[in-house]
Antibody, heavy 119, light 107 residues
Framework: EVQLVESGGGLVQPGGSLRLSCAAS????????MNWVRQAPGKGLEWVSY????????YYADSVKGRFTISRDNAKNSLYLQMNSLRAEDTAVYYC????????????WGQGTLVTVSS | VIWMTQSPSLLSASTGDRVTISCRMS??????LAWYQQKPGKAPELLIY???TLQSGVPSRFSGSGSGTDFTLTISCLQSEDFATYYC?????????FGQGTKVEIK
């Protein structure tokens, strides 16, 4: 069974940093591209970042470019999101989501982890 | 950036109704469109990909159609478990974008 479990969310002050993790199981993690998607309270879904299976190709949404860094450790079956210079508008539930192998829609999602940026 | 216009934002319907949700793109995306269902406090779940292909395990009352710039999600006979929020999403190019969402509520 495919499982994606996020962790690392919490309360952080504006300008602070946080590192999210996503532990993957039930599939060959190193063969799949991965993403982070977020959802502000009461709002819609926003794609945040993508990383290829090897980690060689990375994309970011303009809203986080230069502040967030996506990475992965295929030996640990883990995906990460380093978030720096956090702003109030980064407050959201952050989901990790797997790309389907041949055509890149999101076929599995984690349960999400809440990040709150507030003083 | 491919902009998406999803409508309506709120849809009031009764069990047994046929409902239709629209998603329009700012440029053509062939059939690179997915639909997701999200219930309160839960992660989104994939319903349809490639505009019209039902994900395994999704009831056949859900269907998708369209290509290019105009797409539709139809629920043929609304069930109680279908009251949720639905999102379209394009995966034709980066940045991947979502529609604004359609909340289907009980009339």
């Amino acid at each position: 069974e495919v499982q994606l479990v996020e962790s690392g969310g919490g309360l952080v002050q504006p300008g602070g940093s946080l590192r999210l993790s996503c532990a993957a199981s039930g599939f060959t993690f190193s063969s799949y591209e991965m993403n982070w998607v977020r959802q502000a309270p009461g709002k819609g879904l926003e794609w945040v970042s993508y990383i290829s299976s090897s980690g060689s190709t990375i994309y970011y949404a303009d809203s986080v470019k230069g502040r967030f860094t996506i990475s992965r450790d295929n030996a640990k079956n883990s995906l990460y999101l380093q978030m720096n210079s956090l702003r109030a508008e980064d407050t959201a539930v952050y989901y990790c989501a797997r790309d389907q192998q041949l055509v890149p829609y999101f076929d599995y999602w984690g349960q999400g982890t809440l990040v709150t940026v507030s003083s | 950036v491919i902009w998406m216009t999803q409508s309506p934002s709120l849809l009031s319907a009764s069990t047994g109704d046929r409902v239709t949700i629209s998603c329009r793109m700012s440029q053509g995306i062939s059939s690179y469109l997915a639909w997701y269902q999200q219930k309160p406090g839960k992660a989104p779940e994939l319903l349809i990909y490639a505009a019209s292909t039902l994900q395994s395990g999704v009831p056949s009352r859900f269907s998708g159609s369209g290509s290019g710039t105009d797409f539709t999600l139809t629920i043929s006979c609304l069930q109680s478990e279908d009251f949720a929020t639905y999102y379209c999403q394009q995966y034709y190019s980066f940045p991947r974008t979502f529609g604004q969402g359609t909340k289907v509520e009980i009339k």
